[in-house]
Every structure is written in structure tokens, then in C-alpha cells.
């Protein structure tokens, strides 16, 4: 097939190309992958995996290393291309600054940082390839570092986890705090159990029971129970400038958000993708029909882009807002909510885009039941 044919620097500068701020030209695919995966997944690549095989390895002086520091990384051996970063863990964000790279090389913007990536710029075969790094200022970011790359010898034959690990130490105990992205905020929602099928009886309360309007209980029968694998959505009404669909499998934006359903075989997202703009919220609300002591449980996957201010997802009941935390995986989380109110109150959760069209906010299997949260 003619697309197998093509060299995979090709691919790989379509699919960067994707990631420059403005360029809509194909926005599914691999710009997530790559910046964060570090995998050259495309669909040419349909069929090619990673060589562990193929021997690449790093090498860095020094391999101890302070804030600031610059640090000489080598890839020896022939190689057409590679992607490379310097992460605080593994799975981290890439961190530092790569100095300008030698010919045949160039910076990748990955995770809002211009100098965060390096690249190949054409096709060649290189004779190894060798780059300067200089490790962000203040504080170490983590003991270890974790220098990342993948190597491409060829289209069809490249090496993922190339890995070598920096052991950062502090210059000295007084030094400035380290100049971090603040942390996704945090929920108070504690993890729940695993489901039970049933609706939970409703329990009066007892001593040092949180509930205070217990005897005020009012839910529905129906709990607003749905794992959205029916039209209906259990009674929840989408209320908000864009739409909650349903959806199942991945969702159109390839990578971008979860890989199937929590429960049953449909989910709920908010497509961040146009015409969505920066700021657009969909909602899903119940009626103000539920009161006193009662347990909201959902489960949601918040597969997206960290660009500030990225996607949020968060549950409203009146004034009270509750943020769920944005992950990097397409993992799907289980919420639960215990609610005390003594007045009518509805439960509305809302994804909000952020400046980035990357990664859908999801949300299944929920229900509404009276009492304690198990
Ligand atoms: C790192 O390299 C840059 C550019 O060569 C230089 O300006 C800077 O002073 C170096 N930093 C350290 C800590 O050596």
C-alpha cells in the first residue's frame, strides 16, 4: 500500500505538524501519542511495534546532576530520528531545556515548553547524535531523572524506552522553591468500592452518622441510574451550551479519550474538539427533586491535554463545586458524593473545555442513592 511507503520522518512531521498552536489540519491522531507516549503511532504504523532489540542507548556527562546544570546526552550508533525528553518520573512531563540542536535536529513544543523536545529534522541516516540538556532551576523535581527517548533506525523499525536515569541532587538546603506547574486541583471525594448491582436500602442514621437530614430523605425510584446504553439517559437533561453524547468505543479523536465504556457498552462525553470553544461547558443536570442524606456515585475518565487551563470536569449541588482531577491515561475512575441537604437540590456535572481541542472528558455508570455512600 502506497502509505506504507512513506519514510516515517514523514509521518512523524505530519503528525507534529498537527501539534503547532492553530493548525486543525488533522486533529486526530498523534500529537498527544507522541509528547507524551513517545510512541510513533500513527496509522502507517499500523503493524510496527518497538524493537527492544535494536541496542540504542543513551549516555550523559555528568549523570549526577543540580538544578540548572547542563548535561551532555549522546545517542550513539546510526539513527534517522529519534523523539527525546527529560521527565521528573517516567510518565512525567518532560522537564528542562534542550539547547539548540545540531543540523539534522530540532525542537518539538511539548507540554507548553518549546525547548522541552527534541527531534530529527529530515531524513538522513546520522552518524549518532548528541545534544546539550539544561535541567530547570530551583529545587530537583525528584531524585531521579529519567532521560526518554525513541530511536528510529527506519520506517518500520524503531526502539521505544530508551531510557537513563540522572540522580538529581540539591546544591545546597537553601534554595528557591522549584518552578512547577501547580498540581491538577484536588478532589475531596474519596475512592468508592467496587459497584454492587443493587440499590443500596437506605440507612437510618446512627451515631456519628455525617447525615443530619436523614429523615428529609427524597430520591427517585429511579436513582437516576444510567450507564447511558439507552437514549434516555436516566432521567439526566443536558442543559449546557454543548451536548453530552453518547458514545461508545474510543471517541472520534483517536487517543484522546477512554478506550470504551465503564460499564455496559456506552458512555457520555463532551467533545472538546470544535465547535467547542475555550470556556464552553456541557451540562447534565437531574431535576431539584433530591434531598436529604443521599450518595451520588459516577465514574469518570478525564483523558487530556494539560495545556492551561486544561479541560475541566466537576460536579455542581447549589454553590458547592467539586473538581474531579485530570489524568494522563484514558483510566476510568469511580466518584462517590455523599450529600446532606435540607433543602431540593439537583446534581449537575459539567465538562468544561479548556485552551486545548485535545482529550474528552467521559463519564458512566451513574446513580443516585439514598443514604450513607458505602
Ligand atoms: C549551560 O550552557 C549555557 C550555554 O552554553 C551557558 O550559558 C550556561 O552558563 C551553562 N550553565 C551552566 C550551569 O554551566
Redesign the pocket.
Known sequence: MRMESMPIWACLIVAFAAFLPGSYAFPFGAPTQVCGSLTPLGHTFRGHTSDPNLGYTLQANPTTISP???VSIQVPGTLRGLVMQVRPSLDGNAIGNW?TPNAGFKFLECFDNGQSTVTHSNSNDKDGASF?W?APGGSCQSATYFVRATVLQSFASFQEDVVLQLRCVEPSPQTPPPQTLPPPPQTILPPILPPTPEVLPFVPPGGGNLCRFSSLTSVPASGYRTSFETEDFGGWINTGVRQWQRNRGQTQSYSTGPNGAFDGDFYAYFDASSPAQPGDRAVLETSPNLRGCFCFQFSASMFVSRRNPPHRLFVELGNEVLNIPIRDDANWVQRSLQIDSDEFTAIRIVGERGVDWMGDVAIDQLRVTPGSCP
Open positions: 540548572g546544570d547542563n539547547q546539550t539544561t
